[in-house]
Nanobody, 126 residues
Framework: QMQLVESGGGLVQAGGSLRLSCTAS????????MGWFRQAPGKEREFVAA????????QYADSVKGRFTISRDNAKNTVYLQMNSLKPEDTAVYSC???????????????????WGQGTQVTVSP
């Protein structure tokens, strides 16, 4: 069973940047589409970004387009989320997710994913 572990969260001022990492262990994740989701207190979990397992296709939520970039390094079993121009409304627990799928697929719904990390807190101060 593959396990996902996120890192890179923390406290940053508005306008700053963070890079989240999600490393998979247990088996190669090169045939897994990967996604990032976030959940703020009192709110439902929402889609942030997804990347196909070949890395060519990406999807972003409208709220993060132009500010966040998802990428992956299959040799390192790691997917990244580069977050720039952070806003206080980006504050949430960010979780990575994975699902074994066809090469070009970028799932955007949480119920399409079968594997989840434990999450990492991102806090953006005004």
């Amino acid at each position: 069973q593959m396990q996902l572990v996120e890192s890179g969260g923390g406290l940053v001022q508005a306008g700053g940047s963070l890079r989240l990492s999600c490393t998979a262990s247990g088996r190669p994740f090169s045939n897994y589409a990967m996604g990032w989701f976030r959940q703020a207190p009192g709110k439902e979990r929402e889609f942030v970004a997804a990347i196909s397992w070949i890395g060519g296709n990406t999807q972003y939520a409208d709220s993060v387009k132009g500010r966040f970039t998802i990428s992956r390094d299959n040799a390192k079993n790691t997917v990244y989320l580069q977050m720039n121009s952070l806003k206080p409304e980006d504050t949430a627990v960010y979780s990575c997710a994975g699902v074994r799928t066809m090469s070009w697929i970028t799932p955007v719904k949480s119920n399409e994913y079968t594997l989840w990390g434990q999450g990492t807190q991102v806090t953006v101060s005004p």
